[in-house]
C-alpha cells in the first residue's frame, strides 16, 4: 500500500515537472522570461566566479617538473634573460611612442578642446550564454554587470575589425594609416551585480546614430547619416535618410558617435538593399556583421570623464576646501 | 531535509562550474550526471521535484528550442525509482525493467543528455533529421564522454554508500 502511494506520488510529480517545463516554453516565447534569465545567472555568479579565479590560479603557479631539473632551471633562466632583453627593447620604444602620442595628443586638444573631456574605456567580458541557439531564442548574457561599473543602453563591442579588402591595386601601400573599427555586438539591456542582458543590433528596439560609408576608387567618403533601427530579424534597417541622398547596396555602416559622443567609429554592416520608395523614402536594410553564434568574448565601450578630471572630482571635500 | 539541501547546493555547484568552463564542459555534461546522481541518492518526490527544477533553472539560463529534458526526465527517473507493488524496496525497482542497479543510472543519463540534444534541435532541423544526424551524433558524443564516466562514478558511490550503510533505503517521499 505504501509503494503505492509513494509511487502515486512520484508520477504525480513528474507529471507536474512536465507541465511546469511546459509552461515555462511558453512564458519564453511570449519574453516573459526575459528578466528571470539575467537574475539566475546573477545568483549562480558568486560559484562561477570562485572556479574562475580557482582555475586561473592553478595557471599562475609553477610547475612541478620545471623547477626539479637543474638543465630546465637554466634553460628557464636563459629564456628570461632572452624575455628581458626583448621586454627592454620593447619598453624603449612604448616610450618613444608615448611620448610622441602625448604631442600628438596635445595638438587635437587644441583643435578639439571639447573631446577631451570624455574618455571612452574598454570592460572586456566573456559571453555567459551558450552558443549554436536558434536565433530566435538567442539572448546573449556577459559576465560583467554593475560590480564592473556597466549600466545601460552602453555599447558592447566585439573585437574583430572590419576588413578592408583594399590592395595595390587601389593605391594602398605600407605605411598608409588603416582605420579599423570594432563590430558591434549590441548594447546593454539590463545590467544586474555580476552579469548583464545585451539587446542585439538586430532585435526590436535597437537604435544607434550610423553614418554610411562609400568605397570608391577614387578613396573612401564618407555618406549621409541615419538612424540604424533593429527589426527583429536578420537584417536592420536604417531610417530618416533624406530623400536627397544617395544610397547603394554595398555601403559600409559605421556609428556617427557613441551615445552622442563623438567617439570610435565602430563598424555596424553593409547595406544588402536599397530602395527608393514610392513615398520618397528609402528603405535601407543592413546585414550586421556581428555574429552571435561563435561569440566567446566582448568588450563593453563605457564613457567617462577624462582621467585627470575623474581624479580631481573624486578628492575628499576637506582637502579641497584646503586648496586655495 | 539535510540530504535535500546537499544535493541542492552540488547542483547548484556542478552548474556553476559548467558555466565557469563552457569551452572544456559542453552544456550538460557534468550537469546531467550529477542531477541524475542526486535523484538516484534521493529516491523520493521531493528528489524528484528539486532535480527536475534544476534542470528547468539550467534550460532558463541556457535555452534550447524545446525543454525535453525538464519534461521527460523525471517520468523517466519515476520508472527507474519507484517501487514496485511486489516488494517495497526501492533497489529492485519494477520487475518487468530487469536492467542491473548499477546500470540504471548510467542508462537515465544517457537518455537525459539524448533529450538535450533532441530539445536543442530547432525545427528546420528537425525536418532535416537525417541529413543532421552526423553532427548531433557528434554532440553526443562529446558530451557522453564527460558524462558517462562522471554517471558511473557517481552510480558507484551510491552503491558503496548502500552497502556501508551511509544512506536511507527507504523515504517517506
Known amino acids: ?324 | 531535509m539535510k540530504g535535500l539541501f546537499l544535493c541542492g547546493c552540488v547542483m547548484w555547484v556542478t552548474l556553476a562550474v559548467e558555466l565557469a568552463n563552457p569551452s572544456r564542459l559542453p552544456h550538460g555534461s557534468l550537469l546531467l550526471p550529477v542531477i541524475c546522481g542526486c535523484l538516484f541518492w534521493l529516491r523520493s518526490t521531493t528528489g524528484l521535484i528539486l532535480s527536475g527544477t534544476m534542470l528547468l533553472l539550467d534550460w532558463i539560463a541556457r535555452p534550447s528550442f524545446l525543454p525535453l529534458c525538464p519534461m521527460l526526465a523525471p517520468m523517466l527517473a519515476v520508472i527507474c525509482l519507484a517501487p514496485s507493488t511486489r516488494s517495497d524496496e526501492y533497489s529492485t525497482g519494477r520487475s518487468w525493467l530487469r536492467v542491473p542497479a548499477p546500470l540504471q543510472l548510467p542508462l537515465l543519463t544517457l537518455a537525459a543528455v539524448i533529450l538535450q540534444s533532441l530539445g536543442s534541435l530547432s525545427p528546420e532541423q528537425w525536418l532535416s533529421l537525417p541529413a543532421q544526424a552526423s553532427t548531433v551524433l557528434e554532440n553526443l558524443k562529446v558530451v557522453l564522454v564527460i558524462a558517462l564516466p562522471v554517471s558511473a562514478v557517481i552510480s558507484l558511490t551510491i552503491r558503496m554508500a548502500d552497502e556501508f550503510g551511509m544512506r536511507r533505503v527507504f523515504s517517506q517521499g
Not at chain 1, 582555475?55 to 634553460?75: F, I, N, Y
Not at chain 1, 583643435?111 to 570624455?118: G, Q, V
Not at chain 1, 555618406?223 to 536592420?236: A, F, K, R, S, Y
Not at chain 1, 534597417?237 to 555602416?253: K, L, N, Q
Request: net charge neutral; proline share 4%.
Open chain 1, 1 to 324: 500500500m505504501r509503494a503505492d502511494q509513494i509511487r502515486q506520488r512520484m508520477w504525480l510529480g513528474a507529471t507536474g515537472m512536465f507541465f511546469l517545463s511546459l509552461m515555462v516554453a511558453v512564458a519564453d516565447r511570449t519574453g516573459l522570461l526575459n528578466p528571470f534569465r539575467p537574475m539566475i545567472h546573477d545568483a549562480l555568479s558568486p560559484g562561477r566566479l570562485i572556479v574562475v579565479a580557482m582555475t586561473a590560479r592553478e595557471k599562475m603557479s609553477p610547475q612541478a617538473d620545471v623547477s626539479s631539473g637543474q638543465s630546465l632551471h637554466d634553460e628557464q633562466l636563459k629564456k628570461n634573460e632572452l624575455l628581458l632583453r626583448q621586454l627592454m627593447i620593447e619598453n624603449a620604444r612604448l616610450r618613444r611612442d608615448l611620448k610622441r602620442e602625448k604631442t600628438a595628443a596635445s595638438l587635437v586638444q587644441m583643435i578639439e578642446p571639447l573631446s577631451s573631456l570624455a574618455q571612452f574605456r574598454l570592460i572586456e567580458a566573456s559571453v555567459v550564454s551558450t552558443g549554436g541557439m536558434p536565433n530566435s531564442l538567442r539572448e546573449l548574457i556577459v559576465d560583467a554587470g554593475k560590480s564592473a561599473g556597466i549600466t545601460r543602453s552602453e555599447l558592447v563591442i566585439a573585437g574583430n575589425g572590419i576588413m578592408v579588402d583594399a590592395g595595390t591595386d587601389h593605391s594602398v601601400n605600407s605605411g598608409d594609416r588603416v582605420l579599423t573599427g570594432a563590430v558591434v555586438v549590441g548594447r546593454i539591456d539590463k545590467a544586474a551585480r555580476w552579469v548583464s542582458l545585451v539587446q542585439p543590433v538586430n532585435s526590436a528596439g535597437f537604435k544607434a546614430q550610423v553614418t554610411l560609408l562609400r568605397r570608391t576608387p577614387d578613396g573612401l567618403h564618407f555618406g549621409v547619416t541615419g538612424t540604424l533601427e533593429g527589426t527583429g530579424e536578420e537584417e536592420c534597417s536604417v531610417t530618416g535618410i533624406p530623400h536627397t541622398e544617395a544610397v547603394a547596396v554595398g555601403d559600409e555602416v559605421i556609428s556617427a558617435d557613441v551615445n552622442g559622443v563623438k567617439g570610435p567609429q565602430l563598424y555596424f554592416g553593409r547595406v544588402t538593399r536599397a530602395e527608393f520608395l514610392a513615398g520618397g523614402q528609402w528603405d535601407v536594410r543592413v546585414q550586421p556583421a556581428a555574429s552571435l553564434n561563435d561569440l566567446e568574448s566582448v568588450g563593453i565601450l563605457r564613457l567617462g570623464l577624462e582621467r585627470a578630471i575623474a581624479e580631481k572630482d573624486q578628492k575628499p571635500a576637506s582637502e579641497r576646501r584646503r586648496t586655495p
